[in-house]
């Protein structure tokens, strides 16, 4: 399993950005997909995750009611709409394929991951 994430850049406090994330030779749809990110010096950190069938999206509480996460099945796709970015949202981004069918806000709960896309926000 591959999982290509992209849509990363630089952007100023305010904007908006979307990541996509496309799943390679991964052939089921069953299970949860999740974001992460990881601040230079800083632990890797939840924050969104949808279970298979693009329903029961969850958030950290730092991205709530900015950040939309959704997922296409039939196109192995997840997404994560970013809005009102700030500063502290510079990270670089992972995606990754759940071991359930929902997704949850543990690493350690996550089977797949992606190589990472860096968001950069400037005051």
């Known amino acids: 399993v591959q999982l290509q994430a992209s849509g990363g850049g630089l952007v100023q406090a305010g904007g908006s950005l979307e990541l996509s994330c496309v799943a390679s030779?991964?052939?089921?749809?069953?299970?949860?997909l999740g974001w992460f990110r990881q601040a230079p010096g800083k632990e890797r950190e939840f924050v969104a995750a949808?279970?298979?069938?693009?329903?029961?999206?969850n958030y950290a509480d730092s991205v709530k009611g900015r950040f939309a996460i959704s997922r296409d099945s039939p196109k192995k796709a997840a997404y994560l709409r970013m809005n009102s970015l700030e500063p502290e949202d510079t990270a670089v981004y992972y995606c990754?394929?759940?071991?359930?069918?929902?997704?949850?806000?543990?690493?350690?709960?996550?089977?797949?991951w992606g190589q990472g896309t860096l968001v950069t926000v400037s005051s």
């Open positions: 990754a394929v759940s071991r359930f069918a929902y997704g949850t806000s543990r690493p350690e709960d996550y089977q797949y």
């Open positions: 030779k991964y052939t089921s749809s069953n299970n949860g």
């Open positions: 949808i279970n298979w069938r693009g329903g029961s999206p």
